[in-house]
């Protein structure tokens, strides 16, 4: 069957991974989450003390570092469920924090890292039979992608969505912080300059505020059925 490239934008924790891992699955695609290559980077930034105390990246010297930062996938083999790992070390579970969370946008506007990972992304998805997720994946990294998705949810409803992963998964969680944090890094996401976070005209819009998984999954299925 005809391979596509299906592209999937949308503010932060609307469940866009959740969906798009799924499709993959489904369709025996590759999935490729890129706001994980850009958290892959903030840790970076992190762990060399590129960030000022005022919250500014040290962009000079983040330029200089950006050729030692290698980022690739590998599906944990008992899972099957994606890895990010940054120079060769697993750090699926350190980039998801809030500490990564709160850097994460600032690192995400400065251009000369969306062109290294763009550039990336585009090579990772040239074979097609792809979905990839995002922020600018259907305006600037597949611009001519055959199914363009545009999710979005209620600030709230994200925030809540956050803290009940992060608890799923151990980890520390204060459900004001992450309000705070989803609705910073929105404002963030639609005001840079570099490809900001926008729907594409030729995008479908899904509010999956009221959705369960499933309903969304079939939702999803749907419409990539209706674009091959
Ligand atoms: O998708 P996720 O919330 O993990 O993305 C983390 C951050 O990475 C976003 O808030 C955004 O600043 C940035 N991002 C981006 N472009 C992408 C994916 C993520 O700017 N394609």
Known sequence: MKKITIAIDGFSSCGKSTMAKALAKKLGYVYIDT???????????????LFNADGTVKEKELKTLMPDIHIRFQLDPSTGNPRTFLNGECVEKEIRGMEVSQHVSPI?????????LVAQQQTMGKEKGIVMDGRDIGTTVFPDAELKIFVTASAQVRAQRRYDELKAKGMPADFDDILKNVQ???YIDT?????????????VELDNS????AEQDQWLYKQYLSHL
């Open 191 to 203: 005001h840079r300059e570099v490809s900001p976070l926008k729907k594409a005209d030729d995008a």
């Open 108 to 116: 995400a506007a400065i251009p000369f890292v969306r062109e290294a």
């Open 184 to 186: 910073e890094r929105d």
């Open 210 to 213: 009221k959705l369960t998984i």
């Open 35 to 49: 706001g994980a290559m850009y958290r892959a980077v903030t840790l970076f930034a992190l762990r060399h003390q």
